[in-house]
């Protein structure tokens, strides 16, 4: 849904720029309007592939291109992931985003090794989001197929300061792959980065892109540029408080029903700061101590911060059906190598221990 008082580039400036105490008495009265204002969803970031990326998205520690002193980690195991989930849920999140630094998804086993992970997640009945890159429209059907509740693909930020951020992948092809996961039947999360040196022109502008497709994100993420040693926006300086305020406010009433994400940034926050990010509109954060790559405040910290402003988590699937999981060959029989491999082990083990027959005379 989109406000229609505001589709004019115009008048949405206008309204980001508009003083303070309307812009944030319109967006909180937006967001009780549409949302329950005393409850924020908690999702859980899980790097699965982390590092070596081939894109050159010059605010990205992951990008294979700069030095940054990463740990390049290779894809992780099935359990693994299922135990960090379990985890996120016992402290009260209700969504996993499962993020690869790919430049694509290809059809390999990685890939079906996250599509078991989506499945065995969705079984445990948490929303399942993945950032995977770009990704065609049969990867898509076989993710929705597996149980995914939402892909998130950013946009980053306006069609014009794109180019001054990344060279390796175009705009366009970023619509489309949001194209291909709205038309699987995937809900879309799609948002941007504030502080990379855009202009309040550039900010508006992703906000007009998402006006302009024919159904905005269900989940829009706005998040403060982490600047990292290495990456070409180390120097850039942090974004004043206000102006994440601002962008959250302006995205709240422009799109009412839409979950708009307090993202990456938080660790520069304040408490009282990222309470007036809530009363804007944003009804939802990353949980746990690291987002991706990058500092994010752990999970009890943000329990206080609960406890102390009276909010409460928000449960799954109360903006929209859990999917059903369907078999999946190729996970089935990646399933059934494993289990074969197992009882192999465990054969073999039995077998080493077993009291030898001595006869004596
Ligand atoms: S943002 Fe994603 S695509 Fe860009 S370099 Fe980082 S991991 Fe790769």
Redesign the pocket.
């Known amino acids: 849904m989109v406000n229609k008082q505001y589709t004019s580039i115009d008048k949405l400036t206008d309204l980001y720029h508009s003083p303070m105490m309307d812009l944030l008495y319109k967006a909180a009265t937006v967001h009780r309007e549409n949302h329950n204002p005393n409850e924020v969803q908690m999702s859980s970031l899980i790097s699965i592939k982390t590092g070596g990326?081939p894109?050159d998205?010059s605010y990205?520690p992951?990008?294979a291109k700069y030095n940054t002193h990463l740990e390049v980690k290779p894809m992780m195991q099935v359990e693994e992931v299922i135990g960090l989930a379990k985890n996120a849920k016992v402290n009260g999140s209700s969504r996993v985003c499962m993020g690869a630094?790919w430049?694509e998804v290809r059809d390999n086993r990685d890939f079906d090794k996250v599509v078991e992970m989506v499945q065995e997640i969705n079984g445990m009945g948490m929303e399942v989001c993945a950032t995977l890159?770009m990704l065609n429209r049969s990867q898509a059907d076989r993710l929705k197929n597996a149980g995914l509740y939402a892909y998130n693909h950013n946009l980053d930020s306006s069609p014009e300061f794109y180019k001054d951020i990344i060279s390796t992948r175009e705009y366009e092809q970023r619509i489309e792959t949001i194209d291909h996961a709205r038309s699987a039947g995937i809900s879309v999360c799609s948002g941007g980065i504030i502080g990379m040196g855009e202009s309040v022109e550039d900010r508006v502008g992703m906000l007009m892109t998402y006006v302009h497709m024919e159904q905005p994100p269900e989940s829009l993420p706005i998040n403060a540029l982490v600047a990292v040693e290495g990456t070409p926006l180390e120097e850039q300086d942090p974004i004043p408080v206000w102006d994440m305020i601002r962008m959250i406010a302006t995205a709240r009433i422009l799109f009412p029903k839409t979950i708009i994400r307090l993202s990456a940034g938080r660790t520069q926050m304040s408490h009282e700061a990222q309470t007036l990010c809530f009363f804007a509109g944003a009804s939802s954060i990353f949980a746990g101590d690291k987002l991706l790559t990058t500092p994010n405040p752990d999970f009890n910290e943000d329990a206080a911060l609960f406890e102390l402003l009276g909010l409460t988590t928000k449960k799954p699937f109360q903006d929209g059906v859990q999917p059903e999981t369907k078999a999946d060959e190729k996970v089935a029989i990646a399933k059934k190598v494993r289990a074969e491999k197992e009882a192999r082990k465990t054969e073999s083990k039995n077998s080493k221990f077993e009291p030898r027959q001595i006869s004596v005379g």
């Open positions: 990326c894109e998205c990205c992951q990008s630094a430049r890159g």
